[in-house]
């Protein structure tokens, strides 16, 4: 049975869809007004293989992830840029669904826009007045009233007192008690605007969530997710607003994924020690970087390095290593390994166990072509690419993958050197052939001599 770490709850616990076999997924998308870095390509890796595995596994999934496309940042950067909000999120946009299609993730069932939702927000935040969970201050922004709420603070499992002693969010006159948060702020000249019945204005971040989720979801559904810095007070937040609102449970299990850290410190835009997937795809291969957010767990925080990368790239090598020369590899034979690899997807998502069980498998099909047990081989290759294609690994052609970080020119002279030891070969010149290979190996390149040729890959 699946089960899956609920930050609700603080606990491991059986997974039960409100509908059978239909599973409703909220996922906090970026803002955009910049590119896609690391921390942010963790939450979408993450995301999207827990979807390739929940569909695997027979359930249809209703994915929804957002767009922050209005908010302070957006409307400074299209300023300093002199471009409008709109021309500055198109672009960013367009970008970000680029990297997406780079790394293989799929796109989200539904990816619903903050502007294209201002009438449900107006709804929302109307009944959020009405029931007098919100105030109109004097400055005309509105506001909600955390005090309202009894059970707000339980995500982060805090009381309201506890939080309201360290609390880091803005002070200002108009608020009647510091924790509590906008919900549709007026605009200033020459900032976007909608109408509302509160006056010209735009809507605070927390409730665009509320009102999209519920659009595309409903007022109750099963998993909601992004970053661990979302969990307070953007989470607590949406729970405070959605169940004062609708007067029922609003998500049943929250996941949360860790920090990617930069010498121990939070990966971020704000502190300015980040890294672009766009900069880190110019050196790595995606699969590398999918291998690296994934082989440890999502839970946990992820330390971004030159050398954990490469490790995730060496690691890579060898699973392809042990399917290069593999023909038609197309159908897939369950077995045990397929069946250990679920049970680690089952247990809260265990990608670091479910990999290691990867190279269970490849251990085991390198012992098979040793012993010349190629049919058997070629099957387990089949059941390695397709547990792979749930993680987004070993779905590029292997030779592809083992030369991809080489440079051309040395890519030629390499396959120089083996079509001239494979000439030497046919013609027994055994001695040149020993030679052009010990100068290929002190070049770092490792040859495989195969029925179909002469494989080659470079050392990690």
């Known amino acids: 049975m ?56 027979g359930y249809k999934v209703n994915y929804v992830r957002n767009i922050t496309d209005i908010d302070d940042k957006i409307i400074a950067r299209a300023k300093k840029n002199g471009e409008t909000c709109q021309e500055l999120t198109e672009r960013f946009i367009n970008i970000i669904h680029e990297d997406e299609q780079t790394l293989g993730i799929e796109p989200p069932c539904v990816e619903p826009r903050a502007t294209e939702h201002i009438p449900q927000i107006i709804e929302l935040i109307d009944t959020l007045i009405t029931k007098d969970y919100a105030y109109i201050a004097t400055n005309g922004d509105v506001y909600y009233e955390v005090k309202k709420f009894p059970s707000y603070g339980k995500l982060a499992q805090q009381d309201l007192t506890s939080l309201q002693a360290g609390a880091r969010v803005e002070v200002t006159e108009v608020k009647r008690d510091p924790l509590d948060f906008v919900l549709w702020k007026m605009s200033k000249p020459g900032e976007p605007e909608w109408d509302s019945p509160w006056g010209k204005g735009r809507p605070g971040w927390h409730i665009e969530c509320s009102a999209m989720s519920a659009k595309h979801l409903g007022k109750h559904f099963d998993l909601h997710g992004g970053g661990v810095d979302l969990q307070f007070p953007h989470h607590q937040n949406e729970i405070a607003q959605s169940e004062a609102a609708f007067d029922c ?37 995606p699969e590398t970087i999918r291998y690296f957010m994934l082989v440890s767990h999502y839970r946990s925080p992820l330390n971004y390095s030159d050398e954990n990368l490469n490790k995730a790239q060496a690691a890579l090598t060898t699973l392809y290593t042990a399917i290069r020369g593999l023909n ?25 166990e479910a990999i290691a069980v990867l190279f269970e498998l490849a251990h085991e099909i390198n012992r098979l072509r040793i012993n010349k047990q190629t049919e058997i081989a070629t ?27 080489i440079d051309s020119d040395l890519k030629e002279k390499i396959e120089g050197l083996i079509a001239a030891r494979t000439t030497a070969r046919t013609n027994k010149g055994w001695q040149q052939a020993d030679q052009i290979r010990d100068q290929l190996t002190s070049m770092g390149i490792e040859l495989e001599d195969t029925a179909h040729g002469t494989l080659w890959s470079k050392k990690p």
């Open 328 to 352: 038609n590899i197309t159908e897939a034979t369950a077995d045990k390994y397929e069946t250990q690899f679920n049970a680690a997807m089952d247990d809260d998502f265990n990608t670091p």
């Open 379 to 405: 099957q387990l290759g089949a059941c390695l690419k397709k547990l792979g294609a749930i993680l987004g690994i070993l779905q590029s052609d292997p030779e592809e993958f083992l030369h991809a970080n």
């Open 2 to 57: 699946l089960q899956i770490y609920n930050h609700l709850t603080k606990h491991k616990e059986p997974f039960k869809p409100i509908n059978a076999k239909q599973i409703g997924l909220y996922v906090c998308g970026m803002t955009v007004y910049d590119y896609c870095h690391i921390g942010n390509a963790r939450i979408f890796i993450i995301f999207d293989t827990i979807v390739k595995h929940l569909r695997a596994s």
């Open 249 to 285: 449970k609003f998500v049943n299990t929250w996941m949360h994924v860790g920090y990617v850290q930069l010498n121990q410190h939070k990966m971020s835009k704000s502190l300015g020690n980040f890294f672009t997937l766009r900069e880190v795809l110019k050196i790595y291969h």
